[in-house]
Structures are given as structure tokens and as C-alpha cells.
């Protein structure tokens, strides 16, 4: 018999509470990603990083402000960047770790309230690999 879960909408629906903007590790940021948001806010993209990132071993991370939230994150308004989101924010929850690491998909739900729990490794794998090529598809468009 075939797996319940076929498409992201399945396993994932987001309930905009902006609990991903929240948080350990944080939003790991492109040289695309930085040149878009810092157009986007009309900001020198030279300054950027110096403003608004933090280094993450080799890669820069969005700051987070004082609550924990991505400096960009906005209690009222949600994401004030939606527009030209990084790529990390783009794929969430379906990213690449999970690939890697299935069992971090539970993980993640205890802090995502729009993922399902308890996915077949095998149906999980099958939507996060349709979804970050769909996702990398539209990008190089």
C-alpha cells in the first residue's frame, strides 16, 4: 500500500507564526541573498554583512535581535523582507539537513507547529527532494 503523504502540502502547512524566524543557529545567508535584501531595503550591499550578519563559522548568519528573532522579523508585520527572503527561508522546512538527516524532521516539528510528525523516512524524502528542486528551478529561472 502506498504512503499517505505524496506533496508538501501532506506533511507541511504553515501557520505564519514566525516561529522559524526564531532561535539557535540562524538564517544562513547567500552573496545573492545579500545583494537582494540589501537592494530590497536600499542599503549598501559593501555594509551589509557588517550591519546585518553575524559569521557562522565560514558563512554569515542574519543577526538576531534582543527576543531571538531575525532583525528583519517584525511581531506585526511578519517578515519585513518576505520579497527577497533568503534561500534558507524560501526552502523551510524543506531543506537540505533533512535530506541528510530524515530524523531531524520530527526535531524540527517540536518547534514548527505547521509539520507534521511521524513521516516515513522514504515519503519525507521523496517531497523535500521534488520541493528544493522546484525551489532551485524557479531561482535560476
Not at 551589509?48 to 550578519?53: A, G, K, L, S, V
Request: charged share 25%.
Amino acid at each position: 500500500m502506498g504512503s499517505e503523504y505524496k506533496t508538501c502540502d501532506d506533511i507541511f502547512e504553515c501557520q505564519q507564526c514566525g516561529d522559524c524566524c526564531n532561535g539557535f543557529g540562524g538564517t544562513y545567508v547567500t552573496k545573492k541573498d545579500i545583494i537582494n535584501i540589501a537592494n530590497y531595503i536600499k542599503f549598501d550591499p559593501e555594509k551589509f554583512i557588517d550591519r546585518f550578519c553575524d559569521s557562522s563559522g565560514s558563512r554569515y548568519v542574519l543577526t538576531r535581535g534582543k527576543d531571538g528573532y531575525c532583525i528583519f522579523f517584525d511581531k506585526a508585520k511578519q517578515c519585513t523582507i518576505h520579497p527577497v527572503k533568503p534561500y534558507m527561508c524560501k526552502a523551510w522546512p524543506f531543506i537540505q539537513n533533512v535530506i541528510k538527516h530524515p530524523e531531524n524532521w520530527d526535531a524540527m516539528s517540536n518547534s514548527c507547529p505547521g509539520m507534521k510528525k511521524g513521516i516515513p523516512h522514504k515519503a519525507l524524502l521523496k517531497i523535500i527532494i521534488v520541493e528544493t528542486n522546484k525551489l532551485d528551478t524557479s531561482i535560476t529561472e
